[in-house]
């Protein structure tokens, strides 16, 4: 089984590669959502995982995004995540970035 939290992070980034329309520095709202796996025998503490996500957050929310992840693709914000929640010793099964104002979005799975 799966279990999921989401939260919000705001911030400004700099996108220098071919994906990117525009190299100058602006904002976006990316919603956040991590899947780990969890099981009815030893369940994840659901109030953990969501404290944790918004702890993880936190260091990136409201900040200039390429400072703590120099792409400041999605794809690299997905990846990020879930090296931060491996460290914590989560077992990480996907991580979803999404620009839901565009409706466009990454999921990173992982094996």
Known sequence: MLLYAETTIEVSHRVLSPVAEREEIHGHSYWIRI???TDADNPVPVEKLKKDLETVSKTI???HLNDK????TMESIATWFAEQFEAIEYQVKKVSISRKSMGIGVDYVLD
């Open 35 to 37: 899947y780990v796996l």
């Open 61 to 63: 929310d409201h900040t």
């Open 69 to 72: 992840i120099p792409d400041g």
